[in-house]
């Protein structure tokens, strides 16, 4: 008995894994820059989610267990990397990129979003942050997957509109924002 119930647990991890590894690749690649370590990152999150495959009740929560595992991973990685310092006898003229431009951005992207009606809200952040499909985002917000299409069509025309026209100091040029 014991034996049949692990096939079964192997068989739904295997058809987990081939329905969500491209999401979860995605969703690698915004932790890890390179795409090699963002595919070592999904394996790694995936050997270590399997063994508390049968822990996880509500199979609909996978995908987020499975980022957070991804999210500590990618830390223990960064924690246990060497620092390697090189000495030498000039100091290099490269200006160092502190992240200041990048918070900068994000600031700026939290604001632009305050504009925007709370529905609007949630579907954008639920297609491009959380990197839901237009369907998971229907499910999740009880639409229809045409509705969520409009919504999040009028809700980025309505943020382009803000950052092009509104006190942000962005300039779209036609070559780059062309929908």
């Not at 100091?91 to 160092?96: L, R, S």
Request: glycine share 4%; net charge negative; hydrophobic share 40%.
């Amino acid at each position: 008995m014991a034996a049949s119930g692990a096939v079964v647990e192997f068989d739904e991890f295997e058809e987990y894994v081939r329905t969500r590894q491209d999401a979860l690749l995605r969703s690698a690649r915004r932790l890890v820059p390179d795409p090699t370590d963002a595919q070592d990152l999904v394996q790694t999150a995936l050997v270590r989610t399997f063994p508390r495959w049968d822990d996880i009740s509500d199979k609909g929560l996978a995908d987020a267990y499975m980022r957070r595992v991804m999210i500590n991973t990618r830390t223990e990685w960064w924690r246990s990397r060497r620092l390697d310092e090189v000495p030498t006898s000039e100091v290099p003229d490269a200006v160092v990129d502190d992240g200041a431009e990048q918070r900068a951005d994000r600031e700026m992207l939290l604001d632009v979003l305050r504009v925007l009606a709370p529905k609007q809200r949630q579907v954008v952040l639920m297609r491009h942050y959380s990197q839901l499909t237009t369907e998971e985002t229907a499910r999740a917000l009880g639409m229809s997957t045409g509705t969520v299409k409009s919504t999040l069509h009028r809700a980025l025309a309505r943020l382009r509109h803000e950052l092009e026209h509104g006190s942000y100091g962005y300039s779209c040029k036609e070559d780059v924002c062309a929908a």
